[in-house]
């Protein structure tokens, strides 16, 4: 099996390119253009990586880069559902046309499969919890609405042409090598910089809005069954998520238990876009793929704040 990993050199994507290496794959190829990614998150494993900078709105380099591969796994994106309110114009290009172009080389380079970071913003906010594939989405942002047509033309091709293609919504991913230097970073690296800074974190609204945190090897782990599933699987949409849920003053508080570290938050009004509470509903994910998380919330928590606290510091 020959794999490829877009956003390779990103946060997850460089976790499932170990994650790859280490069940023994041999090598793998990344393809990156490092506008979020960093090179340095494949330091370890360089031996095992045929890097490419290659940036997925290049239908010619994207295609020359998918040549004899089996099976790829689409990281890359411009993440953040700030972000593409601010700026929306090239995070609709990369993952609206990078997933398009990603789709179409796939099909012309005889890809068996590929498989879809896509994200549960896609649901917004419905009335029951947790989230089941099955319920109506309701895109709160462009970010939400770009990784849901992403799904729907992963679907189409599974159908009009022939390519395997399974989605994973990805429910708030945390983990190691997640970038804090923006103040569009997910908010459980913000909180991790905040307290080895030893400055307040800002809480956008009153705290109380609740997310399903998942550990960062347990979405790798899924990638890798989603990999080995069989074709029936494909054409599909399924929750990568852990199945519990936390409000953000929890996290907060429980981070600041984990440390020994007290800080009192900042209150600032609630973001736009913000979708109020995230679970996932695991069963389909459970029974077709094999999903099962590894890491309790408050696991994952700690080895990711061993990791900043060793990384930050150097
Ligand atoms: C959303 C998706 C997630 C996707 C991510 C990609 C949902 C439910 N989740 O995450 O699947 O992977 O986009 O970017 O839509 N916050 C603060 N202070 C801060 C930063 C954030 O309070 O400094 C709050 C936000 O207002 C939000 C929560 O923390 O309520 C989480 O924010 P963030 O980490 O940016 O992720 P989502 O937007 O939830």
Known sequence: MKYLVTGGAGFIGSALVRGLLNEGAGRVTVVDNLLTG???????????????????????????AMQGHDVVFHEAAIPSVPRSIDDPIPSHEVNINGTFNELRAAKQAGVRRVIY?????????????????????????????????????????????????????????FGPRQDPTSAYSGVLS???????????????????????????????????????????ASGRTYNAGNG?????????????????????????????GDVRDSQADTKDAT?????????????????????YRNSLRR
């Open 38 to 64: 960093h090179e340095s998150n494949l330091d370890e494993v360089k031996a095992g990586v045929d890097f490419r900078r290659v940036d997925v709105r290049d239908y010619a380099d994207v295609l020359s």
């Open 190 to 232: 913000l909180f991790m910089k905040a307290i080895l800074e030893q400055k307040a974190p800002t809480i956008f609204g009153d705290g109380e809005q609740s997310r399903d945190f998942t550990f960062v090897e347990d979405v790798v782990a899924l990638n890798l069954k989603a990999a080995r599933a069989p074709a029936s």
């Open 287 to 307: 029974e077709v793929l094999g999903h099962a998380p590894q890491y309790t919330f408050e696991q994952g928590m700690r080895v990711t704040f061993d990791w």
């Open 244 to 272: 519990g849920r936390i409000t953000l003053n929890e996290a907060w508080a429980l981070l600041q238990k984990i440390t020994g570290v007290t800080l009192e938050a900042k209150y600032g009004p609630p973001r736009a």
């Open 117 to 173: 970071a896509a994200s549960s913003s896609a649901y917004g906010d419905t009335e029951v919890l947790p989230k089941v594939e099955s319920m109506q989405t309701n895109p709160r942002s462009p970010y939400a609405a770009q990784k849901l047509m992403g799904e729907y033309y992963m679907s189409v091709w599974a159908s009009c042409f022939g390519v395997e293609t399974i989605s994973l919504r990805y429910f708030n991913v």
